[in-house]
């Protein structure tokens, strides 16, 4: 089993900032693509970053410039710092990992797994 434990969210005033951790632990042997997601009510469920095991990432145009996605390879870890948040930021942000697992007596490679997601709300 793969757990994903995610922290860092809250309320905020706009202009401000907040830093998300995602913690994945469990059978895990190794962990590809990392990234957060967001979802705003009534919306889909957006891409906000990504960040691949060798650290190129990719960022949704709304956020470039203002938020950073990075990892901790050795702690199974994945960060966002946002920055110069907006209203429109405000969404349940949701981390999700690509990974190489073992499950028993068998591997399985590029399973996908989803955080339990973290509220941010950013209003005055």
């Known amino acids: 089993q793969v757990q994903l434990v995610e922290s860092g969210g809250g309320l905020v005033q706009p202009g401000g900032s907040l830093r998300l951790s995602c913690a994945a632990s469990?059978?895990?042997?190794?962990?590809?693509?990392m990234g957060w997601y967001r979802q705003a009510p009534g919306k889909q469920r957006e891409l906000v970053a990504g960040i691949t095991r060798g650290g190129s990432t990719n960022y949704a145009g709304s956020v470039k410039g203002r938020f950073t996605i990075s990892r901790d390879n050795a702690k199974n870890t994945v960060y966002l710092q946002m920055n110069s948040l907006k209203p429109e930021d405000t969404a349940v942000y949701y981390c999700n990992i690509d990974a190489d697992v073992v499950e028993g007596l068998w591997a399985r490679r590029g399973v996908d797994y989803w955080g339990q997601g973290t509220q941010v709300t950013v209003s005055s």
């Open positions: 469990g059978s895990i042997s190794s962990i590809n693509a």
